[in-house]
């Protein structure tokens, strides 16, 4: 049975999800030279369920060669991603305050998806899951919008939000896994941690 697990993920709130589980990790993060936003391209006409399997998929990729080039010792590898989706349309991380508000008028008074899925390398075997939940936003007044923007909270998220942070004013309804939408749904980790053979104290 492995003692620890390795997380690849840059996400400091997928590290405090995973410590609420109570399960050791070791970081495994990208190399300087490794461009792993190239890996969050959509392609046309691609899913959203789709996409963030497979984004994940490339990511666990990714960390494997890396984990063999850097001759860690073996342990079960977790890597998760979240895409924010209204219809077919994708959301993913704003490229500045001006996309991040686009993408937060877009969102407001509607609801959407969060998905979040989440893989683990154990040995030959790669084990997956999908969370899928509802979040609807409240309409929001041009100036929430610019007051949300100014806060900084929405650069580097999907959807241009933080359900545990300020976003929660807005957010009317929930729909799915609370850890899901932030990141890191812990029902379907803790399942694949258990059949990859980690012990949890949960």
Not at 117 to 134: F, I, N, P, W
Not at 167 to 188: N, V
Request: with cysteine.
């Amino acid at each position: 049975m492995s003692e620890f697990v390795y997380l690849a993920s840059q996400s400091p709130r997928r590290r405090q999800l995973l410590e609420q589980l109570g399960v050791r990790y070791e970081l495994l993060l990208p190399d300087p030279g490794e461009d792993s936003e190239a890996l969050e391209a959509v392609h046309p006409g691609e899913a959203p369920a789709a996409y963030v399997r497979r984004v994940t998929g490339l990511k666990l990729d990714a960390a494997v060669a890396r984990r063999a080039a850097r001759g860690l010792p073996p342990a079960p590898i977790l890597c998760s991603d979240t895409t924010v989706a209204l219809g077919r349309t994708i959301y993913g991380k704003p490229e500045d305050a001006r996309d991040a508000a686009r993408m937060l008028r877009e969102l407001s008074g509607h609801t959407h998806r969060v998905l979040t899925a989440v893989e683990v390398q154990a040995g030959r075997r790669r084990l997956t899951a999908l969370s899928d939940s509802r979040v609807t936003f409240a309409a929001l007044t041009p100036a929430q919008v610019r007051a949300y923007v100014a806060s900084g909270e929405p650069m580097g998220k999907a959807g241009a939000y933080a359900v545990q942070g300020r976003a929660a004013a807005h957010i009317a309804r929930i729909a799915g896994s609370y850890t899901g939408i932030m990141g890191l749904p812990l029902h379907e980790t803790a399942g694949l941690l258990r059949q990859a053979g980690l012990r949890l104290a949960v």
